[in-house]
């Protein structure tokens, strides 16, 4: 199972598995039925969740049933936490939007909620993030996960992503991270080799590889940066059963 996502993930394109992904992980997720884990987001229960990753792929890692990944499973619990984006209609911008969240964002925002991407079927509008077409002062929250590091100019990103937000909203801007994190985040526009790329930047279409000097970038695109350690709140029995990782901080921009 490890080497079939593994191949599936690094070699079939993007939309193709977003498509077509879905069913085939459900019929999967059949023979994994139990109760040791649950996702958060749909409550499905399992023996355990598929791994995932596209060279050592992880253990415990993906939710056959809405296709969740440990940092989305973060988010929600973050979001039902720490936040009041489950209790209220909000304008909601979601970029590169995840196939488990999309329905169930919706039925809390309605028509507030928008989804959009440059190239994804999910989306409603299709959008580069570095020209986004709202005006400013538009949205309560925009969701950026997992994105940044597929952009040529990430600050700029950041800096769109501030001018559509309201005064006071707030940006989830979560990037991923490699072992070992670099001091200063690593970028070579120079390297075009996708194999190279995967070496430097840990996948092939990154663009950079990410350093302890993030939140340094967030606030350089002018926004006010919380780093939140909301994970370590749980036990390691509790973050196995959620599938989620306790080292992961939650970035939070606001304006």
């Known amino acids: 199972m490890k080497r079939v996502i593994s191949w599936l993930i690094r070699f079939v394109p993007r939309t193709l598995l977003q498509r077509a992904g879905g069913f085939g992980l459900k019929v999967i997720g059949l023979f994994y039925r139990g109760s040791a884990v649950v996702c958060p987001i749909c409550s499905a229960g399992f023996r ?16 056959p049933n809405c296709l969740s990944l440990e940092r989305h499973r973060l988010l929600w619990l973050y979001l039902y936490e720490r936040t009041d984006f489950f209790k209220k209609p909000m304008k909601v911008l979601h970029i590169a939007p995840e196939a488990c969240f999309i329905k169930r964002f919706e039925n809390v925002h309605g028509e507030g909620y928008i989804t959009a991407d440059i190239e994804s079927p999910l ?21 950026c996960n997992h994105v940044l590091e597929h952009v040529d100019d ?52 990154h663009v950079r590889r990410y350093g302890s000097d993030y939140a340094g970038r967030i606030r350089e695109a002018g926004l ?20 989620i990782t306790k080292s992961e901080i939650i970035y939070t921009g606001i304006k």
């Open 48 to 63: 355990k969740f598929l791994p995932y990753g596209r060279i050592s792929p992880r253990e415990n890692a993906l939710c």
């Open 123 to 143: 989306a409603k509008v299709k959008m580069d993030i570095l020209a986004i077409p709202f005006n400013e002062n538009t949205f309560d929250v925009v969701l």
């Open 154 to 205: 990430d600050i700029a990103a950041m800096k769109e992503i501030r001018r559509v937000l309201k005064p006071g909203g707030f940006a989830i801007l979560q990037v991923p991270f490699f072992n070992p994190v670099p001091d200063k985040t690593v970028e070579n526009k120079t390297v075009t080799d996708k194999r190279e790329r995967e070496r430097l930047f840990g996948q092939a279409d």
């Open 224 to 243: 006010q940066v919380i780093e939140d350690s909301f994970a370590t709140q749980f036990s390691s029995d509790e973050a196995r059963k959620f599938g």
